[in-house]
């Protein structure tokens, strides 16, 4: 079961979030790297501060205009496929720009430690990708809030049909159900002491979990479109930029 898990993951990570949290990371490790705010002296924060908040102004005044178009959440939580391809259409161009600077993160990722160009270089490319984002949701008539909800979706309904995949067509709770029952089942065929208790007690959290694990089942319509575009989902995956919203 462990191996059908690892082997499950692996394969939405592949198509969700791409080969690996490249993007973010190199942020992260850039940030550990530098080992201190007291480091880079009034100067140094000033000068880096400067074009941060320039571009961060901008950015906030193209989301202001983006947020003029209307969204309303769907209450059945299905993704309409005219706006997807809009959202695709935003996702190519940021892409353009992730791409572009995809090289210098996977290069800081792999530093022992960072130093202050490889910060303020991290922080300006987040900043230019985030500027992108904004600059593509106004041409394509697409706010933050839609942009998010329909990241968010696509991102349940990859993990949904991996998981229908590996289960013969079963949503996501009914094969953690499954799962569950499973591992009961081995419990209980062992004579290993203490394995009946550990059976009896998985037993009495399966509906809990399984309720639990309800939050990640997603519309079959969801998962349908999600198919059909895969192959362009996948080409644009951007590897780390959902851990910054975007």
């Not at 100067?43 to 989301?63: D, I, N, V």
């Not at 998985?202 to 519309?219: F, G, H």
């Amino acid at each position: 079961m462990r191996a059908r898990t690892e082997a499950r993951v692996g394969k939405v990570a592949k198509v969700a979030i791409g080969c690996s949290i490249v993007l973010f990371l190199g942020v992260i490790a850039v940030v550990a790297g530098i080992g201190g705010l007291a480091w880079w002296g009034k100067g140094k924060l000033q000068e880096m501060a400067g074009p941060a908040l320039e571009s961060a102004r901008k950015t906030g005044e193209l989301e202001q205009k983006a947020n003029q178009n209307a969204f309303t959440r769907p209450a059945d939580g299905v993704i309409a496929e005219d706006r997807l391809l809009k959202f695709l259409e935003a996702r190519k161009r940021v892409f353009a720009v992730y791409e572009k600077h995809q090289g210098f993160f996977e290069a800081t990722v792999k530093k022992k430690q960072a130093d202050f160009s490889d910060l303020t270089k991290g922080i300006d490319t987040i900043g230019e990708i985030r500027f992108a984002l904004a600059e593509a949701l106004v041409d394509v008539g697409m706010n933050t809030e839609e942009y998010a909800f329909i990241a968010s979706a696509i991102y349940q309904s990859a993990w949904a049909a991996s998981v229908a995949d590996e289960t013969g067509g079963k949503s996501v709770s009914e094969a953690t159900g499954l799962a569950l029952d499973e591992a009961q089942k081995q419990l209980e065929g062992t004579e290993h002491p203490g394995a009946a208790k550990a059976a009896e007690a998985l037993k009495e959290l399966r509906d809990t979990t399984v309720e639990m694990s309800q939050a990640a089942d997603v519309p079959q319509a969801n998962v349908d479109l999600f198919r059909k575009h895969e192959a362009e989902i996948r080409k644009y995956a951007m590897a780390g930029l959902e851990l910054v919203g975007l």
